[in-house]
């Protein structure tokens, strides 16, 4: 038997058509790469025209390179590319495309018409392919540039057809389509037309890439945008982060308006997504999506952007490493923008600036034994504290500090006169200041707790507690329950600055308590935390110090009533921005609520 005659080369119409299935999922992927093409081409300016979500038509005008004649008879075959000839040329990918698969992709499954003059011709080429076969080529007049219209695509696939969303979804992908491609390069115009009507138009903006996405976010989402935007922005030897992310106020019931680039390309990430939506924990809604606009940038060869036919899931060769610093820049930059003085920065003449400052993370990334993640990052307590350079340890060639520098946000001094005026203790519960966005109240509780917390977190984990020595020690009779549950917590109670010794029976003497404790009664604090550690160990969970952790934050934590002189409490506003997660307490709940100023003047009927 002619074993050997039994294997065939497809036909290339065939195999086309067989492609187009992981690179033509529906009409926004269509869109997505027939974008990426006039981008590609240097164009300045690009137009998506649209019938019937795409189904009918997408057509793409841009005034770019064009093509030659040759070039244009080519582009419709698979692996046709004018932009990647080697294989190393893998690890350096600059332009979009890059596989040469898009063109001949589509054209497989649609009725496709390519009009094409470069500005050195004279005249244009009209190339016409339907199927995957070129039915006519011939002169004609066009203007500089490439336009390219998609009819009835799917249209001899019908199984694929059928799979098709409602128009109104498949409108929506295109739309989140165009508007990545429109954010990732806010120096070229864009416009948008579906069915007659004009959807978007957006004029190229000059100046700086980071500085015109803000007008290209305003002109593409609305004018309450650009001001409501937080940059972020930082730069490591391994990777550069800029962009910005939503006020909370921007949040939406969808996850639409969140968008990624890595290295320029839109991707879709769940992991990076909640790298940056874990920052905004306790200040959105559970279940609702801030806005982000977010760029990384970093080494080609340290990113796999090739894992995906249509391109859009990447890999790092440290996803960890990535997720921590995403995490830590946008909490950075949130954190930075909620406390914001309205007024002007302390001046020269200002004795002492009340600076915060912001906590000497370790940050570290690949190839070192300690990268943040989702987990650490929640209950890491080596940052619970304050910034001591010696905690900096080396971590390692690429380590980074990621703090470093720009670290300080400073809040006016209270002490230069206008302190009544910044400050106020609400009802001895909240701490009212004023913030550049409106007001900010701070339940002095839960911040204080959330404060404890993370710094006995710390002593537990990896210290000592300081102890203050109780001015009589204290000789207490246990119950035989509460003796044994001493006894096994001896050692994490010790960590945490009690000073206790155990006798014969049940007795114990507490000679110290931990230091920061600031509840009235320092005396039965020992009693009150192996209630409250009772009271909480019976929701199951969390491990024993964290739980402990929890009850002492709650015992020992500023009362509610309790009245604070202003130093007391800048002191708790600046340890708390010092946490790690300083906007829940660890109970889940919410430690500072802002309001904006728009929310006031909306009251006040503005
Ligand atoms: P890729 O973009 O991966 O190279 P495509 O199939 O998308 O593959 O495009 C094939 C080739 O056609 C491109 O490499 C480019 O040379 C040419 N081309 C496609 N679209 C345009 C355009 N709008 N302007 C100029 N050239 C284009
Ligand atoms: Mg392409």
Not at 463 to 471: A, E, I, K, P, V
């Amino acid at each position: 038997m002619d074993i050997e005659g039994s294997i065939r080369v497809m036909p290339e119409a065939l195999s086309n058509k067989i492609a187009a299935g992981e690179v033509v999922q529906r009409p926004a992927s269509a869109v997505k790469e027939l974008l990426e093409n006039a981008v590609d081409a240097g164009a300045g300016s690009v137009t998506l025209i649209l019938k019937r979500a795409g189904t009918e038509l997408i057509q793409i005008v841009d005034d770019g390179c064009g093509m030659s004649r040759e070039d244009a008879a080519a582009c419709f075959r698979r692996h046709a590319t004018s932009k990647l000839f080697v294989a190393e040329d893998l690890n350096c990918i600059s332009t979009l495309g890059f596989r040469g698969e898009a063109l001949a992709s589509i054209a497989a499954v649609a009725q496709v018409e390519l009009r094409t003059k470069r500005a050195v011709d004279g005249a244009g080429l009209c190339i016409r392919n339907e199927g995957g076969r070129i039915v006519s080529s011939e002169p004609c007049a066009t203007s500089d540039g490439t336009s390219l219209a998609v009819r009835n695509l799917f249209y001899n696939v019908p199984a694929r057809r059928n799979f098709l969303k409602t128009p109104a979804t498949e409108l929506r992908h295109i739309i989140e389509t165009f508007q990545a491609l429109a954010l990732s390069r806010p120096d070229i115009a864009f416009t948008l037309i579906h069915d007659d009507a004009e959807m978007h138009r957006l004029p190229a903006e000059t100046g700086e890439p980071a500085e015109a996405l803000r007008p290209r976010i305003g002109a593409l989402f609305g004018d309450q945008y650009p001001d409501m935007l937080v940059p972020v922005r930082e730069q490591t030897s391994y990777l550069t982060v800029h962009g910005f992310v939503g006020m909370p106020e921007l949040h939406k019931k969808h996850r639409s308006e969140q968008f990624l680039f890595v290295n320029g390309r839109i991707v879709k990430s769940r992991s990076l997504g909640h790298a940056i939506q874990s920052a905004y924990e306790g200040l959105v809604p559970k279940g609702t999506w801030p806005f982000f606009c977010v760029f990384l940038s970093m080494d080609p060869s340290r990113v796999d952007v090739n894992v995906h036919p249509a391109k859009a899931e990447v890999r790092f060769d440290d996803d960890r490493g990535v997720y921590g610093f995403l995490h830590a820049v946008v909490q950075k930059g949130l954190g930075a923008m909620l406390l914001t003085p309205l007024v002007d920065a302390p001046s020269a003449d200002t004795t002492e600036p009340w600076v915060l400052k912001s906590p000497a993370r370790e940050f570290t990334v690949p190839g070192t034994t300690h990268s943040a993640s989702a987990s650490e990052f929640s209950s890491d307590a080596s940052s619970a504290g304050y910034y001591r350079k010696d905690e900096q340890r080396d971590a390692g060639r690429q380590s980074e500090e990621l703090y470093r520098g720009v670290a300080s946000l400073s809040i006016p001094d209270a002490a230069s006169g206008n302190e009544d005026m910044l400050l106020w203790q609400l009802h001895d519960r909240y701490i009212l200041t004023q913030i550049q966005s409106g007001l900010m109240i701070i339940d002095q509780h839960a911040a204080h707790e959330r404060i404890l917390y993370e710094r006995a977190l710390g002593h537990l984990r990896q210290g000592q507690g300081l102890s203050q020595q109780l001015l009589f020690a204290r000789t207490v009779d246990f119950s035989p329950a509460d003796f044994e549950l001493l006894k096994e917590l001896l050692p994490d109670l010790s960590a945490l600055g009690f000073d206790i010794e155990l006798l014969s029976g049940r007795t114990a003497v507490v000679r110290g308590v931990p230091s920061e404790i600031h509840s009235g009664d320092k005396e039965v604090l020992l009693e009150d935390l192996l209630a409250q550690y009772r009271r909480d160990n019976e929701q199951a969970g969390a491990e024993r110090q964290e739980r402990l952790a929890r009850s002492l934050a709650r015992r020992g934590a500023i009362r509610s009533g309790a009245v604070l002189v202003p130093a007391e409490m800048r002191s708790v506003i600046d340890q708390l921005f010092a946490c790690d997660k300083p906007y829940v307490c660890p109970r889940g709940r919410a430690t500072v609520v802002r309001i904006p100023i728009d929310e006031l003047q909306k009251r006040f009927g503005h």
